[in-house]
């Protein structure tokens, strides 16, 4: 196969993959309320590849609008991990504020970290109040707009998140 066969064909693996539409992504997220599992948890990031996001923001400053996309299995770039995998993807996220840009990686012992902390300081809190709280610094912006969507985190009563 020459080249620009296995470039076609990798586009459109990641086309096929990322295609998840809102039923897929729903599904995604009632599987993770009835199964926090790290696993769980990795599939509902991957049902959500390609979607855009908002950080929160910071003060005035408004928060940036990203998309990312998750790693392919033994990719170059790819980190390890050792808990279990899902089949076909790789454990790292990489963040892009544009198209063209990859801004960011973050590794799914960071996106597992960051759920712990998550669902440990709604148990003890019931809000988690910033990106900060996550404890997991230069992923917490990207993963806390994540996690409220995946409804890990629920948003103030007053609006904010």
Not at 43 to 72: C, W
Not at 99 to 111: A, D, F, H, L, P
Request: proline letters at 3%; hydrophobic letters at 30%; a positive charge.
């Amino acid at each position: 196969m020459d080249l620009k066969s296995e470039d076609a064909e990798q586009i459109q693996h990641v086309r096929e993959k990322q295609a998840a539409g809102p039923a897929e992504r729903e599904k995604a997220i009632e599987q993770l309320r009835r199964d926090s599992s790290s696993v769980s948890l990795w599939k509902t990031v991957i049902a959500f590849a390609g979607e855009t996001f908002k950080t929160s923001g910071r003060g005035s400053r408004p928060g940036i609008q990203f998309t990312y996309r998750v790693s392919e299995p033994g990719s170059r770039a790819g980190r390890r991990y050792a808990g279990e995998t899902v089949d076909g993807y790789g454990n790292e996220l990489w963040i892009r504020v544009n198209e063209k840009e990859q801004k960011k990686s973050i590794s799914r012992s960071t996106v597992d970290l960051a759920y712990s902390n998550a669902r440990e300081i709604m148990r003890t809190e019931g809000k988690v109040s910033g990106p900060k709280k996550l404890s997991v610094p230069g992923a917490g912006s990207y993963l806390y707009c994540l996690f409220i969507r995946f409804g890990v985190i629920k948003a103030n009563s007053d609006g904010e998140k």
